[in-house]
């Protein structure tokens, strides 16, 4: 073994260990499953670490090493006892904490307190269909708000490809299949923004379909699910009341949809708040006046291949009045 | 048990006449100039298939390169997202179905017949057609990123993101070409390798004493023919439904996504071992002989390869994971998926036991190196292979670049270094001089460190998150420094392939090198020159250059079986399957067109179906046809010869059929491929009725067509059965040509044409559309799948009656017609149960 390459081992040993902050990191987790999911693999990576500097070290005694050791090594015994026994024994263990490990993530559906939520992946951005306690529906997208402490089961579908849904912060991922539904639960133990992405492969911007997921202390999210019911916020100001005019006149209702007004649309996102959440197109822009402008002017150009076609007819001011109506839809 | 009087008095000490020598090398000389193509010789094609095997995985990993740089820095517009995402699919499907496959197979072609000192494979022209095949196929496959045509729905190819509406256009499409040529070259190389090395063993070595290389090439060969039809019928049914919409996988008519999942896998995990076994084989080789001692474990190791290949059946849905499969059955393949790490650990420590039993110390030479740096990378990965199998691990990292890591792990620790280990080794083998040792050092190093460089990170990449196949990352995600770290080792991985290929270039000289230069113990070290070994020696142990001290002078005196070339073309021994006693003489066909066009034709009419100019594409196809039966025209010798004496006191027939002979033995492997494509059929009918039953006929498909109609179809392909009976026993006598068989064979045929036919017409006439729903569509495919064993049923039936028109076709000679026949019953066997399938379960359930 070069020194070299024992310096490769030890970064793979500490790293993980050193614990990286991430928004979308497996290794800072926050739900329940997660959270178990990181212990599993702590304990997978100190193990694997002591038996791969174990086989080193046996590789190069039976190189290096004095006559005894050579010896020793050199029978079918070690050949019985490495190759069978010990990896019958470990793997056995493995398998008994994996299993339980798996029915804490599992994918059996919630019990009747749970929060119910659906979320459907679309090339490429992500439909969230909440119910209130009322039993109506409603859209938003690209963010899922959820209540910490309080199991969340997720009903996964899709509109077209195979998309896979993945919240490395809160649990593991969970495929969306044409023809299928699959519940997902997740339990936020602390509030906090996890990021997530699709992690099935579904063609063109694949990389770009991310989303944010918001976990709010119970009595924050219930108020805030009583705002998002309800219908867009009037605009204030001119600016604002010219760029809901040019959104109207300029057909953008066709595919998006603002509650409480004509805008109807439901091929993409539903718009009704959408200056509150984190970021638009599917996380890849930070919320801003600057990033809706420069997303309806130059979508193709930052998220190629998604289905909304650029809009270069509006003139800047035009833009920045869209962008300032977009914005106060919170 | 032992047939061979003569076995007991080894080595003959007679002189051998003059002018053998002269005589073989004239017999197998190798074609020069503009003809070398019609080369058939394992040594030379072996070559052209490693050469084009190699250049590919050079292609690809400049590829991977270009990735590298787009993904070095966040937010990165080098390659843009759909080059990418064309390049990420161009290079996974290169690096695995038209380098390492290939490669491997290449190894076997190369390597085996020199291992059991056979003169050549027991079908040369096959394994030729299929490189041919292979190159040209793979060539314009990997040519399609420069005009914007490669595919980009992932090596794997799922649907529906696959299918028409998600991936129009021909891109597609030429993803199912290139896997359709390596499809073809991995049954044609199966097919050689079973045969070869069950049958053309050098007297004396038994099952026990074959090398291990050897053993794992008769179960690599196994596990093609079990593993690739699976992966035959996905891409059948991908095509079909791209062409012509039968919904095999669109969930809204019946079909399930999962489908191809299910099939895709039950071949993909497979093929990792498929890949992994023979290059770990070759460490099994190579170990041995730098520590100069036999292989400590060597039951144990050929028990592990066998348990392997049982295992890595049972392991596919390991790739799925995050589907949504419950947890219950996930937890079966997880305990599978961790069990086949078991005979990995039994190979890891066996090399090490003879590592320590080294007579001295293990010689520290490049090979040396490549297996101790394999030894590493393929442990970490074997490592996380068994968290990966871990479910609820897997939840977290499947499609993450911790995946990306793994795999590479295993595949490139696995294979690509063991690979350069047999570069090195075997070099002398193909080149009179060797590669240089202290060149090689640096190779080593450099892909060594690069390697690791570049993929260790990984690991963490993918733990921050990062999912695979993006062509890009936001900044703030954490990833860019990980990613520059993994670019920069990719460069000096490849610097490390640079410096070989400059080396390779330097140092390579057509012919052999010296004569065992490491001291090694198996036959393919025997001198040697372009008809193999000069006699077939009979071998005692497993290194029998290390038993048998005097062998090589012996084996080059041509003291030991046929010295020389007694019927004056091309030959070699053929043994018994388990104990390697001498049966017969093969004589084997040499250099030819026939097999070069058949394979150029069969390109073209692929590539011309696949960018769909329909009229050239059949012409093409017939074309293939044509060369085939020309090909084959030559191939049954007849037993004019008679018996002729290969040592003293020995003398052996010169032509062999029925259950003896290697042509029957290569049909039943071709059976057994056929029989698997089946039962991937026969799975997939019940799989999508488990998912979807409201589309069979008990919900909303069309009633069953009535009774006389599978009735009709199974009355006659029992007569195709009987009248190809009743033509075996009614075969002209010796030097005749007319025999019922004549009309028999065209008449047996017919009624298989017949059933098919019925079966088809029933459903038709009850109402059955097969683009209306999956249900139809299994039901066609199931008379489709028949319908093409019919067609080559047919082809062969008329090459038959065009055989023993020409007298060539008789009691005696009669390997053409046993050939047909075994294809014959194979089929309706086949069709009966398909009858039965589809006209019987739909009543059971319904």
């Known amino acids: 073994m070069s020194p070299v390459a024992r310096c490769i081992l030890l970064a793979c040993l500490v790293l993980p260990l050193a614990g990286c902050e991430g928004v979308q990191s497996v290794l800072s987790p926050e739900g329940l499953s997660a959270r178990r999911i990181a212990l599993l693999a702590h304990v997978l990576f100190i193990g694997g670490a002591v038996i791969l500097v174990g086989i080193v070290a046996l590789t190069a005694l039976s190189i290096y090493g004095g006559a005894g050791w050579r010896n020793r090594l050199a029978s079918e015994k070690i050949v019985i006892g490495g190759g069978i026994v010990f990896p019958v024994v470990v793997l056995t263990a493995l398998l008994v904490y994996g299993l339980a490990v798996t029915r804490v993530g599992g994918t059996d559906r919630a019990g009747p307190d749970a929060l119910r939520i659906a979320v459907v992946g679309e090339r490429w951005w992500w439909r969230v269909i909440y119910t209130d306690a009322d039993g109506r529906r409603f859209e938003s997208a ?108 300029g057909g953008c209702g066709a595919c998006h949809k603002v509650r409480g007004t004509p805008a109807n649309g439901a091929i993409g996102p539903d718009l009704t708040h959408v200056g509150g959440r984190l970021s638009i197109a599917a996380a890849t822009l930070e919320t801003s006046p600057q990033a809706f402008a420069r997303w309806i002017a130059e979508n193709q150009h930052i998220k190629p291949e998604n289905l909304m076609p650029p809009f270069r007819i509006f003139a800047d001011d035009e833009l920045d009045a869209l962008a300032t109506y977009l914005t106060s839809l919170r | 048990m032992n047939d061979d009087p003569g076995a007991a008095r080894l080595p003959y000490p007679e002189p051998r006449p003059p002018g053998e020598v002269a005589e073989l090398e004239r017999i197998w000389a190798t074609p020069s100039g503009w003809r070398l193509p019609t080369a058939v010789n394992n040594t030379v094609i072996g070559v052209f298939y490693i050469g084009a095997a190699f250049t590919f995985f050079i292609l690809a990993g ?176 991908l095509e079909i439904e791209r062409a012509f919409g039968w919904p095999f996988f669109t969930a809204a008519k019946g079909g399930d996504p999962l489908l191809w999942q299910h099939l895709f896998w039950f071949f993909g995990h497979p093929e990792v071992y498929i890949i992994f076994l023979p290059a770990a084989s070759l460490v099994s080789m190579i170990v041995p002989t730098m520590a100069r001692t036999p292989l400590v474990g060597y039951r144990f190791i050929v028990v592990a390869l066998i348990a392997t290949g049982f295992f890595s059946f049972g392991l596919w849905v390991h790739h799925m994971f995050a589907t949504g499969i419950p947890a219950l059955s996930l937890s079966f393949f997880s305990a599978a998926s961790m069990a086949v790490a078991i005979p990995s650990g039994i190979q890891v420590f066996a090399w090490i036991a003879t590592i320590a039993k080294a007579r001295g110390r293990l010689r520290i030479t490049t090979p040396s190196l490549f297996v101790l740096g394999f030894l590493f990378i393929f442990t970490l990965g074997g490592l996380t292979g068994v968290m990966v199998a871990l479910v609820p691990f897997d939840w977290q990292v499947h499609d993450s670049y ?145 038993d048998q001290p005097d062998l090589a002078r012996q084996v080059q005196d041509g003291h030991h079986y046929l010295p020389n070339a007694p019927t004056g073309g091309r030959e070699t021994l053929v043994t018994s399957p388990v104990e390697a006693e001498p049966q017969y003489v093969i004589q084997m066909p040499g250099p030819s067109w026939t097999h070069v066009l058949a394979a150029l034709f069969t390109a073209a009419f692929f590539l011309l179906l696949t960018v769909k100019v329909v009229v050239p594409a059949v012409i093409c196809g017939v074309l293939a046809v044509v060369c085939c039966v020309v090909w084959v025209w030559g191939l049954d010798p007849g037993p004019d010869r008679g018996p002729i004496e290969v040592a003293r006191g020995l003398k052996l027939p010169v032509y062999m059929t029925g259950p003896a002979s290697h042509a029957w033995w290569s049909m039943v492997v071709l059976m057994l491929v056929a029989g698997s494509l089946y039962l991937a059929f026969v799975f997939s009918y019940l799989y999508l009725w488990t998912v979807s039953p409201e589309f069979w006929p008990s919900g909303t498909a069309p009633a069953l067509p009535p009774h006389e109609w599978p009735l009709a179809a199974a009355a006659l392909l029992v007569g195709a059965a009987a009248a190809f009976f009743a033509a075996s026993r009614l075969l002209p006598a010796r030097g005749r040509r007319w025999g019922w068989s004549l009309l028999l064979v065209p008449t047996g045929a017919a009624c298989l044409v017949g059933a098919v036919a019925v079966e088809i017409l029933g459903h038709w006439q009850a109402g059955l559309d097969p683009s209306e729903s999956s249900y139809g569509a299994l039901v066609y495919l199931a008379a489709g799948l028949s319908g093409q064993l019919v067609f080559a049923v047919v082809i062969m039936a008329l090459f038959t009656v065009a055989r023993q028109v020409a007298g060539k076709l008789d009691h005696v000679r009669r390997s053409s017609f046993e050939n047909t026949s075994l294809l014959v019953y194979y089929t309706v066997g086949q069709a009966l149960f398909g009858l039965l399938l589809v006209h019987g379960f739909p009543h059971v359930v319904g």
């Open chain 2, 402 to 546: 911790f995946v990306v890591a793994h795999f590479h792990y295993v595949l490139v620790g696995g294979m690509v270094f063991p690979l350069f280990a047999t570069f090195y080794y075997w070099f002398p083998m193909v080149s009179r001089r060797m590669l240089s040792e202290r060149v090689g050092r640096w190779v080593f190093w450099l892909m060594f460190l690069g390697f690791n460089i570049a993929f260790l990170p990984m690991h963490l990449t993918g733990l921050l998150g990062m999912p695979r196949r993006v062509w890009t990352y936001l900044d703030g995600m954490g990833w860019g420094g990980l990613n520059m770290l993994s670019t920069v080792g990719a460069f000096i991985l490849a610097a490390g392939v640079a410096l070989f290929v400059i080396d390779l270039i330097r140092c390579f000289r057509w012919g052999s090198g010296p004569e065992n230069p490491w001291d090694a113990g198996t036959l393919e070290w025997l001198p040697n020159d372009v008809y193999s070994t000069r006699s077939i020696p009979r071998v005692t142990g497993r290194e029998p250059l290390w």
């Open chain 2, 62 to 237: 400049i590829m991977a390169l270009l990735m590298r740089v787009q993904l070095a820095v966040p937010e990165n517009t080098f390659l843009g997202q759909d080059l990418y995402n064309q390049m990420f699919t161009v290079h996974g499907t290169t690096m695995m179905f038209l380098f390492a496959v290939p490669a491997v197979e290449a190894l076997g072609v190369m390597l085996l017949p020199q291992m059991l000192a056979a003169r050549d494979l027991p079908f040369p022209r096959l394994s030729a057609f299929a490189i041919w095949a292979y190159v040209i196929g793979g060539t314009v496959f990997v040519s399609t990123i420069l005009y914007d045509l490669s595919p980009k729905g992932g090596w794997f190819m799922y649907p529906p993101l696959t299918l028409m509406e998600y991936s129009p256009g021909d891109n597609a499409d030429f993803w199912l070409l290139g896997i359709g040529f390596i499809e073809i070259s991995a049954i044609a190389g199966a097919i050689e390798i079973i045969v070869g090395s069950l049958r053309t063993r050098p007297p004396g070595m038994t099952l026990a004493r074959m090398p291990i290389f050897a053993w794992t090439m008769l179960i690599f060969a196994l596990m093609i023919v079990v593993a690739f039809p699976a992966v035959i019928l996905a891409t059948m049914l």
């Open chain 1, 142 to 249: 690209n963010e899922i708000r959820i209540p910490t402490g309080r199991p969340v089961e997720l009903a996964l579908t899709t509109a077209d490809v195979i998309h896979s849904f993945w919240v490395p912060k809160l649990a593991g991922k969970l495929d969306m299949i044409p023809g299928r539904t699959n519940y997902q639960t997740v339990v936020a133990e602390v509030p906090g923004v996890s990021r997530g992405q699709c992690a099935e492969y579904c063609g063109g911007a694949h990389a770009l379909m991310s989303f944010f997921v918001v976990a709010m202390p119970p009595d924050e999210f219930e108020a805030w699910l009583v705002r998002e019911a309800g219908p867009a916020a009037a605009p204030g100001g001119a600016a604002a009341s010219q760029g809901r005019q040019l959104f109207l006149r």
